[in-house]
């Protein structure tokens, strides 16, 4: 008899959640947690907040709440009115301490990959390399003389410097700032001499000739930067550090709702007007599946843990 009745409570549970995906979205506006304001993340998650009622028939807010988000989201029901826009440290900082309170593959279901943020490799105009080959050459006769700014530990910045140390077997000396911004101004001022950044915050500079852009960091050349070269091509093959931001919901939201979120979103972000703001923000719209997406997350989570792993990274 008891356990007639836990089957058929399961079945309920089971049926209500069938009800609910297949209701989705009811009358309830959309919490959408992502990082601190004026972020990357957040700005996408912003200028995609604004045209989602229009595609998915429901409000979407946004709620800042820097790096508590990702704990937030992971503890919300998996009703698919809590989604986290999210970069980088999602999935990196789990593999840098062991106190972090998610796990980004256990408690969150990919819905899709937004957008990608490629990062430059930029030198002080004083550095005599204006190449990556000849930034490699350089390095290696002046091993510990080269400076680095990064970043907080675990940004790309910081990541792509040290994926570069490895693979270039070189050793650039990193110098931690408090974010980019600090960074960027190390390297106007020459207390740095190489550096990381993304596009976005790095090509103002570029173009005003106070830095030297060498080669972007992304797999394939960028529209973003257009005439550059990879790093890949220019001097270290298979090199690749980008800034990519996704978008999850709690692991326990029914197949069908993040379908139905998935749907919305890539509709979203494939519009021309969206497109183009997302553009001009720095960021190269993507708009994929749950399925590619996952794969690119296993993808990051093994590079960057290997990385890791091997060079004792830890959080500042």
Do not use: C
């Amino acid at each position: 008899m008891q356990l007639m009745i836990i089957r058929a409570a399961l079945a309920a549970v089971f049926l209500a959640s069938s009800a609910n995906a297949q209701d989705y979205p009811a009358a309830k506006p959309l919490r959408i947690l992502t990082s601190q304001p004026g972020s990357g993340s957040d700005i996408v998650a912003r200028i995609v907040s604004d045209r989602l009622p229009a595609t998915f028939g429901q409000r979407a807010i946004v709620d800042n709440r820097g790096i508590l988000a990702p704990e937030l989201a992971a503890r919300a029901p998996g009703d698919g009115y809590t989604v986290l826009f999210y970069s980088t440290p999602l999935w990196v900082s789990p593999l840098m301490r062991s106190n972090v309170p998610w796990d980004a593959v256990r408690d969150f279901a990919p819905v899709t990959l937004a957008a990608n943020a490629p990062n430059l490799l930029i030198v002080h105009p004083s550095l005599p390399v204006k190449s990556v080959k000849e930034l490699i050459a350089l390095a290696k006769a002046r091993p510990g003389e080269l400076n680095y700014g990064s970043g907080s530990a675990g940004s790309t910045s910081h990541l792509g410097a040290e994926l570069f140390n490895a693979m270039a077997s070189v050793d650039m000396v990193r110098v931690p700032y408090k974010g980019v911004g600090p960074a960027l101004l190390g390297l106007l001022g020459g207390q740095v001499q190489v550096m990381f950044p993304s596009i976005s915050s790095a090509l103002p500079y570029v173009k005003m000739n106070k830095v030297r852009a060498l080669a972007v960091a992304s797999a394939r050349p960028s529209s973003l930067a257009p005439g550059l070269p990879t790093v890949a091509s220019a001097g270290l093959p298979g090199y690749e550090a980008d800034t990519p931001l996704g978008v999850f919901v709690p692991a326990a939201t029914p197949p069908r709702v993040v379908e139905r979120l998935n749907g919305a979103l890539v509709t979203v972000l494939n519009n021309a007007d969206i497109h183009k703001l997302i553009v001009a923000q720095g960021s190269e719209v993507i708009a994929n599946s749950p399925a590619e997406f996952a794969a690119t997350l296993k993808a990051e989570i093994a590079r960057w843990g290997k990385l890791i792993r091997s060079k004792g990274l830890k959080e500042d």
